[in-house]
């Protein structure tokens, strides 16, 4: 029971997520339908067999018992059904056969379109409803062995400078999945003790992220105060944010990580903490604290002796790690959202195209229902602000995908279209049935294909 229960948790989150995706393109191809007076004889989310469904007015609103897909019967068109017996007569006002090519093209190419917009108004929502945070690059990365930044040739400790080459700002990210598939491949400019150093990454990194679950292996963490406990020893001893610890007693201090293993690792006697102050923190005057000496023209040096306390069965001063918080005004949420949908789009074009012109693995890059069902059960246990994420990364695929020129696709009937329009002459419907039954067999193969993959992966 357990284990049908754990299989359940899996599928059902991915089921919600792929319901979302394909109620929403499907409601596009259905409401430009409607809007340009073409009947539609049914609206189905999920396909045969059918679980439920009722008729409303002159259309039929279905949902299907296998929720990989849905469709929209528009009366006088040729689709996944192969029905081309209405196609013998005349057309009718009613049907999409009679309609101005330019009508079919915006009901055709309406589904793509609504998950886009779909993604966005999510992206919005979340830029809105969580903001942006990430650990700022002051100073030294640290470099996880046996990694992907490991293996290009980056070591714990250097400072990282340029990402292709763009000067990487202390008050933004180190970079974002577009840099790693820049055409020129991922390279990563570097200070180490005084020397300019430039690595490039595999060309394949996409393959080797996989294999390492998305980990690069470089991570941020400047000993830099962010947030303060009031009252802490910190707090006392006169610690401000934007404070540098520097070094506890005679060990120099490169990350906050070897904070903490100091501090817990300590015996609760006093501490010597040496901590660099920015000048735009001068006038705040350390409590307990002794000035040592003036380092550079942009810090200033301070010594204190604290003790750490016991909170919870732990030692420690009260300080946490610097986190730059981004907070947005729900206007200001509407451009940062819509700038993510087109940076998420290019990365996904971009890795398509990488895998199909052979430069990184099929096999390993692409993933089916199972693959897509493990994310989404993984960022759904996250929470919320993952899972939605996810959706709104699926509805971008799903319109990408949609759009390519494949025979059964909104793609390949927007080329049949477009040639309509172009030479004034509707293609054969002996070549449109050929062409949908030659795609229906590849996409079945494809999914068969990608299933299998996902079998051999897990």
């Given at each position: 029971?357990?284990?049908v229960?754990?299989i359940?948790?899996?599928f059902?989150?991915?089921i919600?997520?792929i319901m979302i995706?394909?109620?929403?393109h499907?409601s596009?191809?259905?409401?430009f339908?409607?809007?340009?007076?073409?009947?539609?004889?049914k609206?189905?989310?999920?396909?045969?067999?059918k679980?439920?469904?009722?008729?409303?007015?002159?259309?039929?609103?279905?949902?299907?018992?296998?929720p990989?897909?849905?469709y929209v019967?528009?009366?006088?068109m040729?689709d996944?059904?192969?029905?081309t017996?209405a196609l013998?007569?005349?057309p009718?006002?009613?049907?999409?056969r009679?309609?101005?090519?330019?009508?079919?093209?915006?009901v055709i190419?309406?589904?793509?379109?609504?998950?886009?917009?779909l993604?966005?108004?999510?992206?919005?929502?979340?830029k809105?409803a969580?903001g942006s945070?990430f650990v700022p690059?002051?100073?030294g990365?640290?470099?996880?062995?046996?990694?992907?930044?490991?293996?290009?040739?980056?070591?714990?400790?250097?400072?990282i400078?340029?990402?292709?080459?763009?000067?990487?700002?202390?008050?933004?990210?180190?970079g974002?999945i577009s840099d790693?598939l820049?055409?020129?491949?991922f390279r990563?400019?570097v200070?180490?003790?005084g020397?300019?150093?430039?690595?490039t990454?595999?060309?394949?990194?996409?393959?080797?992220?996989?294999?390492?679950?998305g980990?690069?292996?470089?991570?941020a963490?400047?000993?830099?105060?962010?947030?303060?406990?009031?009252?802490?020893a910190a707090?006392d001893?006169?610690?401000?944010?934007?404070?540098?610890i520097?070094?506890i007693?005679?060990?120099p201090i490169?990350?906050?990580?070897?904070l903490?293993k100091i501090v817990?690792a300590?015996?609760?006697?006093e501490?010597?903490v040496r901590?660099?102050?920015?000048?735009?923190?001068?006038?705040?005057?350390?409590?307990?604290?002794?000035?040592?000496?003036?380092?550079?023209?942009?810090?200033?040096?301070?010594q204190a002796?604290?003790?750490p306390?016991?909170v919870?069965g732990?030692?420690?001063?009260g300080?946490?790690s610097?986190i730059?918080?981004?907070?947005?005004t729900?206007?200001?949420s509407?451009p940062?959202?819509?700038?993510?949908?087109f940076?998420?789009?290019?990365v996904?074009?971009?890795?398509?195209?990488?895998?199909?012109?052979g430069r990184?693995?099929?096999r390993?890059?692409?993933?089916?229902p199972?693959?897509?069902?493990?994310?989404t059960k993984?960022?759904?246990?996250?929470?919320?602000?993952?899972f939605?994420?996810?959706?709104a990364?699926?509805?971008?695929?799903?319109?990408?995908?949609?759009?390519?020129?494949?025979?059964?696709?909104?793609g390949g009937?927007?080329?049949?279209l477009?040639y309509?329009?172009?030479?004034?002459?509707e293609?054969?419907?002996k070549?449109?049935?050929?062409?949908q039954?030659?795609?229906?067999?590849?996409l079945?193969?494809?999914?068969?294909?990608?299933?299998f993959n996902?079998i051999?992966?897990?």
């Open positions: 029971m357990e284990q229960l754990n359940f948790s899996y059902g989150w991915v919600l997520a995706l394909v109620f929403v499907e596009g191809h259905f409401l339908a409607k809007l340009f007076k073409m009947r539609v004889d609206f189905s989310v999920g396909f045969p067999p679980i439920i469904g009722t008729t409303v007015g002159e259309t039929e609103y279905v949902i299907g018992l296998t990989l897909g849905g019967k528009i009366a006088g040729v996944e059904s192969m029905d017996e013998a007569s005349e009718k006002p009613w049907e999409f009679s309609k101005p090519v330019w009508q079919r093209i915006v190419t309406a589904g793509v379109f609504f998950n886009m917009i993604a966005a108004v999510i992206f919005i929502v979340l809105a969580y945070v690059p002051l100073g990365v640290v470099i996880a062995e046996e990694s992907i930044a490991y293996d290009m040739g980056l070591r714990t400790g250097d400072t400078v340029r990402i292709n080459g763009r000067l990487i700002e202390p008050d933004a990210p180190i974002s790693l820049d055409e020129e491949g990563v400019g200070i180490r003790d020397e300019s150093l430039t690595f990454g595999p060309d394949d990194i996409m393959t080797r992220l996989n294999r390492t679950d980990k690069l292996g470089i991570r963490d400047p000993p830099v105060v962010g947030l303060i406990s009031p009252g802490s707090d001893a006169g610690l401000r944010r934007g404070d540098r520097v070094a007693g005679e060990t490169a990350f906050f990580d070897d903490r817990s300590s015996d609760g006697s501490l010597t901590w660099e102050r920015p000048d735009s923190l001068a006038s705040i005057v350390p409590t307990g604290a002794i000035r040592v000496s003036d380092v550079a023209s942009e810090s200033i040096t301070y002796q604290i003790a306390r016991d919870g732990r030692l420690i001063l300080i946490n610097i730059y918080y981004e907070d947005f729900f206007a200001e509407i940062a959202g819509i700038k993510q949908v940076s998420t789009t290019y996904i074009f971009i890795s398509l195209k990488r895998i199909f012109t990184e693995s099929f390993e890059n692409v993933g089916g199972i693959m897509i069902a493990k994310a993984e960022a759904a246990d996250q929470g919320a602000f993952f939605w994420n996810i959706v990364m699926l509805s971008i695929t799903l319109a990408i995908i949609n759009i390519l020129p494949i025979p059964a696709l909104d009937h927007l080329v049949f477009l309509e329009g172009i030479v004034r002459k293609p054969s419907l070549i449109r049935m050929a062409m039954q030659v795609g229906m067999v590849v079945l193969a494809f999914m068969a294909f990608v299933i996902d051999l992966k897990l």
